[in-house]
């Protein structure tokens, strides 16, 4: 039986000191419960993944002890799409009817630091100053930027693009717009990506709440179809986040590639059908890199088509249509759930302000993360 | 008189008391998969028969970034502080032995990078100890450079 969303519930991204993640992820759930009009004892089972909260299920204390199997799950940046793939799991094999996916985090300021052996990493790779993650995605971009074509302007557009989604978003942390100019006058972090055109680690939660589509019409005259709900992590031969080092004598594509491609195939619809899309923008770059990968455009088209507003709301392939990673921030948990969140919404017509024009029936999610872990969700109409 | 002595980061990741010094990998014996730092279980086949291989002093410049601020202590432990911190490059050298290996590389200027150009491995003190003793660890020069200098 096919899994369908019903409801979406987002706490706004940010800052919001005093207040844990638990709070939020609870606030979450209430506003995805009240959207789906169901009520908390009528959930059966979910899937709840969190970084910083080490016992994420302990959210039950704030919602109901209804003893239901509310599992934890990690995956890192990719940890959203692991709770509602299996949310819609749970319902797919006849496990539950009524099943809920959660997502919480609260970061410290700053780019995530971590002992290196929780990474499975030598300690010598951290003491040198080389097991940053932001090293990663300069040098692919870097390298992608030499083998295809892609100048700076263009990473100055996708950043200045999804500030400017963010700034039409009021549960977006960076609500203000910065020109192309102002993104390319910020200091280099790590080259050639600048300040302004990363994501920071922030806070925040989201939920969704999933039913049997023969069971949908009871809760929603516009349920969305979960179509495909794909894990994969790092083959050998990819270049890989925290890669000590890469085997040149195997090839192999990025994880995002393999889970696009199984995505695609499991739902029956190809790239060419995707009309709105979220993807993993840890940076300007990353968006350029994983529009390719996700096989929504070829290797160098993003030049001509990021120019041409191809990706703006209005364009014909809307990207990060709520700011994405760059204007929302990254708790890690919440990140993925945020993008259903806000395809939901679009797909069923009630995406307010940011409403994109052409009623889209296809939306497309795609997260990508350490240690080489990334995500995918089609979801249509 | 001044603490002259030196240790490496790590043992087991280079050559090291050595003129001419060199990476340790491992190379499988079942099915040839090198790697780096040397492993005793090959990720691509998956046997435990693994022997240690030095790898290529030279390579090419496969990609490159920055690194603009000094990193979290810990784990990062270079001796430099926020005000005294230099900022510094890494990158992924291309070696014969078919791996990219990700290292520090000397030169600090993203701009006299260039992808492509051919590098060399260095050992060079990144930090030192409370006593005084240089900390060594390896990095990838300018072939060129290292060429001048010597």
Redesign the interface.
Known sequence: MEAVIIGVGLHPFGRFPGKSAIDMGAEAVRLALADAGVTWPQVQGGYVGSLEVSNPDAIVDRLGLTGIPLRGVFNGCATAGTAVSLAARAIETGEHDLTIAIGMDKHPRGAFAADPSVAGLPDWYAQTGMMLTTHFFGMKINRYMHDHGITERTLARVAAKNFRNASGNEKAWRRQALTEEEILASPVLNYPLRQFMYCGPDEGAAAVVLCRADQAHKYTSTPVRVRASVLRSRRLGAFEVQSLAVPTVENAPSPTVDASLAAYEAAGIGPEDVQIAQLQDTDAGSEIIHMAENGLCKDGEQERLIAEGATEPGGRLPVNTDGGLIGNGEPIGASGLRQIHEVVHQLRGTAGARQVPGSPRVGYTHLYGMPGVSAVTILST | MTNTKTIP??ED?FTWPSDDPRLI?SQCADCG?????AADLC??CGSGKTDRRTLANEGTL????????R??T?????NDTAETFQP?????V?LAD???????LTEPD?EALT?GQRMRMVVLP??VADDGTQIL?FAFAPAGAVAEEA
């Open positions: 980061v790590a990741l990998g998969l090198v790697a780096f730092p990720a691509r496969w990609t490159f970034t920055t690194q603009g601020f990193p979290p810990p784990p990062y432990n270079g510094y490059t890494v990158g992924y291309e078919g791996l990219l290996v990700e290292a520090r993203p992808i990144y930090s660890t």
